[in-house]
């Protein structure tokens, strides 16, 4: 890349840097009522859930682009109790990936939070491009990663594959879009304000909706917090891959301490090995926070016996004595998985919409975004990403997966201070999916919001947490006025 071509990129870079800088974008024009929307959402096809008693199934109709409405109407399925003069009102949750549809997992929200489903009417919807109505179906992708993977790499021709299935389908599966499809659901419910509850990913969608449409939100649940506004700090992992050291240690500070640093075991670990090798051993420590959120029990429920024990693993493969380490990663290796359960076809149509990247965003030409990642690569000093490296930073799959993906109109990306309105965040300190750090970083810009750490957990808290002092938490927000 020669001195005029990297000036120009990098002038590009600024240019769409500045253009990210505004508050909420285009979230408040899609989807309301300018946008064309001429008669009432409703919801139709009422009919039992299979399976589910108490929840009734619907269909709720969206506009594929809320800017030409007649284009084409995607069919989104909708679940809701069916108390429907429920004290509290509306209680919406929000599911993750993007990518993992929200009406199957009703009931067993249900089960978790009984208290909560007493005095709330519960309500999950089916993202556009997932569920049983309408996932994306990108078949290589979903071979290679199926099951949902931020880290893990796919080839080329999966990403191309997916691209051209989607075709000029791809920018109308963003953040935004979904944000819209929200305030029509609420429309179609009929009610003047909901509750937000979101998880991991929901956490962006929450937020974001909250930017959008403030008096429309009475609270908010942000679960295993993700940054609603997106920087290529994020697209990088960077705070990911530094918290890896944190937890780790805090791992084996557990009695019986360790009595060797298994965050030192990593680093050499990974320096051991090349920058593919490197990236898939960040997805299995992170993806091994989902079996034994201590890092430590050999024996994990629902595990192959005797293979756990991520900080022994990592001592061992520094001692010379790679096999149960390299038995991890091939165990926690993602692959197949039904599209109903999670779209990779969706989560990458969503992720190369809404990040921004070191190369700008999805608006950046993709001669571009090569030489620019590369140019970050020799950026990046040891300490940004210790203890794995810039090179497993740069070849993870959320640089990796958008590198090729055809140049479209960016999702927006509102930043600033969320609304003033209640709002509880819930993270595991054990979390390096979505790391406590970024939890702090959130909860700075809630002037009412309330920070709840749970000690020793990982991911999800709602939905594995062990103990009950998050879910506790949850309950007591949630009972006030």
């Not at 917090?225 to 990911?240: E, Q």
């Not at 790679?322 to 993602?334: F, G, K, N, T, W």
Request: contains cysteine; hydrophobic residues 40%.
């Amino acid at each position: 890349m020669n001195s005029n071509t990297l000036a120009f990129a990098l002038t590009l870079l600024a240019f769409t840097a500045a253009c990210d800088s505004s508050d909420v974008g285009v979230e408040e024009d899609v989807g309301s009522d300018s946008a064309g929307l001429a008669s009432p959402p409703q919801l139709t096809d009422p009919h039992p859930c299979p399976g589910m008693p108490g929840f009734t199934c619907s269909t709720l109709d969206a506009p594929l682009d809320y800017r030409h409405p007649a284009r084409e109407t995607l069919k989104l399925q909708v679940a809701t109790a069916d108390n429907a003069d429920a004290p509290k009102g509306v209680l919406l949750f929000l599911t993750g990936g993007p990518g993992q549809p929200g009406v199957p997992f009703i009931s067993r929200l249900k089960t978790r939070i009984p208290e909560v489903a007493n005095d709330y009417r519960l309500v999950m919807i089916d993202q556009r491009g997932t569920g049983e109505l309408g996932a994306i179906d990108c078949p290589a992708l979903q071979r290679e990663i199926g099951g949902g993977s931020d880290i893990w790499t796919p080839t080329p021709d999966a990403v191309a594959e997916c691209a051209s299935l989607l075709g000029d389908k791809a920018p109308f599966y963003s953040s935004d879009d979904t944000v819209a499809d929200l305030e029509r659901l609420r429309r179609a419910l009929g009610v003047p304000k909901m509750v937000l509850d979101g998880v991991s990913y929901g956490t962006i969608t929450a937020a974001r909706y909250a930017l959008a449409h403030p008096r429309n939100v009475r609270k908010v649940v942000l679960d295993s917090v993700a940054p609603y506004h997106i920087t290529p700090d994020a697209s990088l992992y960077l705070t990911g891959q530094r918290a890896s050291a944190r937890i780790l240690r805090d791992a084996c500070a557990a009695a019986p301490a360790c009595d060797f640093d298994p965050a030192e075991d990593l680093a050499a670990v990974v320096r051991s090995r090349d920058a593919e090798a490197g990236v898939r051993l960040f997805h299995t420590v992170v993806t091994y926070e989902y079996v034994d959120p201590s890092y430590r029990n050999p024996n994990p429920p629902n595990f192959p016996p005797g293979q756990g024990d991520m900080v022994g693993a990592l001592h061992e493969a520094r001692q010379g004595n790679p096999a149960h380490l390299d038995r991890l990663v091939a165990i926690l290796r993602p692959g197949g998985g039904s599209i109903a359960d999670f779209s990779m076809g969706l989560h990458v149509a969503t992720v190369c919409a809404d990040y921004r990247f070191v190369w700008g965003n999805a608006a950046t030409p993709i001669e571009l975004r090569g030489p620019l990642l590369d140019f970050a690569e020799r950026r990046l000093r040891d300490s940004d990403t210790w203890p794995f490296t810039p090179a497993v930073a740069v070849n993870q799959g959320f640089s990796k997966t958008c590198l090729q993906w055809p140049v479209e109109r960016p999702g927006s990306n509102p930043m600033g201070p969320l609304p003033d309105i209640p709002i509880l965040l819930l993270n595991g300190d054990h979390d390096m999916a979505t790391p406590l750090e970024w939890a702090r970083q959130v909860a700075a810009n809630a002037a009412r919001g309330e920070l709840v750490i749970v000690k020793g957990e990982a991911h999800s808290i709602q939905n594995r947490e062990r103990g009950r002092a998050g879910r506790d938490a949850l309950i007591r927000f949630l009972a006030k006025p």
